[in-house]
C-alpha cells in the first residue's frame, strides 16, 4: 500500500525530475532469475549489509539510489526466493562500486555497467518492501516493476518525438 513517507521520499522526487533510479536483476551466471538471486542482504543493527554483484545495470553512474533484489541471508547458508528482498542503496555508499565497459552497438546510452556491493551498509529506511512481498508480486503481479515501465516508455516516447520533428525539419543543424 505504501506510506506517505515513502511516497515523499521515493515517488515525489522522481516525478519532480529530483532523483533517478537503476532498477538491478541480473546476476553474473544468474540471468534476471529471482530464484537465482545471490547478492545478499544481512540483517544488522539498524539496517542491512549488502553484498554480491549485479550486470547490466542501465543508468550505471547517473542514477542516484540503485533498487537492488537481494536475498536475505539468515546464517544457514540455505538461500531462498522467498526471502528476496527489494532494497534501495544510494549511489554515494561506501563499498559500492561501478566497473566495466559499455559500449555495445544501439545501446550505448543506457551505460549499463557491473556494480559490486562489499558489505554496503543500508539503514532499514531504504527497504522498499516488506519482506516476503517481492516473491510474491513477482509470482502474481509482474507489472510491479515500477522503474522499468517509465523508462521503456520515456525512451519511446522521445524516440517518437525525434523523428516526428526530424521528418518535418524541425531538428536544428539537420536537414
Same mark, same amino acid.
Given at each position: 500500500?505504501? =506510506?506517505?513517507? !515513502?511516497?515523499?521520499?521515493? $515517488?515525489?522526487?522522481?516525478?519532480?525530475?529530483?532523483?533517478?533510479?537503476?532498477?538491478?536483476?541480473?546476476?553474473?551466471?544468474?540471468?534476471?532469475?529471482?530464484?537465482?538471486?545471490? *547478492?545478499?542482504?544481512? %540483517?544488522?543493527?539498524?539496517?542491512?549489509?549488502?553484498?554480491?554483484? %549485479? /550486470?547490466?545495470?542501465?543508468?550505471?553512474?547517473?542514477?542516484?539510489?540503485?533498487? $537492488?533484489?537481494?536475498?536475505?541471508?539468515?546464517?544457514?547458508?540455505?538461500?531462498?526466493?522467498?526471502? =528476496?528482498?527489494?532494497?534501495?542503496?544510494?549511489? *554515494?555508499?561506501?563499498?559500492?562500486?561501478?566497473?566495466?565497459?559499455?559500449?555495445?552497438?544501439?545501446?550505448? &546510452? *543506457?551505460?549499463?555497467?557491473?556494480?559490486?556491493? %562489499?558489505? $554496503?551498509?543500508?539503514?532499514?529506511?531504504? !527497504?522498499?518492501?516488506?519482506?516476503? /512481498?517481492?516473491? %510474491?508480486?513477482?509470482?502474481?503481479?509482474?507489472?510491479?516493476?515500477? =522503474?522499468?515501465?517509465? *523508462?521503456?516508455? &520515456?525512451?519511446?516516447?522521445?524516440?517518437?518525438?525525434? =523523428? $516526428?520533428?526530424?521528418?518535418?525539419?524541425?531538428?536544428?543543424?539537420?536537414?
Amino acid at each position: 500500500a505504501g =506510506t506517505d513517507d !515513502q511516497r515523499e521520499r521515493w $515517488v515525489y522526487p522522481v516525478l519532480r525530475g529530483e532523483i533517478m533510479w537503476c532498477q538491478l536483476f541480473s546476476e553474473p551466471e544468474a540471468g534476471s532469475d529471482a530464484a537465482a538471486v545471490r *547478492t545478499s542482504a544481512k %540483517k544488522v543493527d539498524g539496517g542491512w549489509l549488502i553484498n554480491g554483484k %549485479k /550486470i547490466w545495470a542501465s543508468l550505471s553512474g547517473a542514477a542516484d539510489y540503485y533498487g $537492488v533484489l537481494c536475498t536475505e541471508d539468515k546464517g544457514d547458508h540455505h538461500p531462498d526466493a522467498r526471502d =528476496t528482498l527489494y532494497i534501495s542503496v544510494p549511489a *554515494t555508499s561506501e563499498g559500492f562500486s561501478i566497473s566495466g565497459d559499455w559500449d555495445p552497438l544501439g545501446m550505448r &546510452g *543506457t551505460v549499463s555497467r557491473n556494480l559490486s556491493f %562489499k558489505d $554496503v551498509f543500508v539503514s532499514d529506511a531504504e !527497504q522498499l518492501m516488506p519482506r516476503g /512481498i517481492y516473491f %510474491k508480486g513477482a509470482q502474481t503481479w509482474p507489472a510491479m516493476f515500477f =522503474t522499468l515501465s517509465p *523508462t521503456y516508455l &520515456g525512451l519511446a516516447n522521445a524516440a517518437y518525438d525525434f =523523428t $516526428v520533428k526530424y521528418l518535418r525539419g524541425e531538428v536544428d543543424g539537420e536537414p
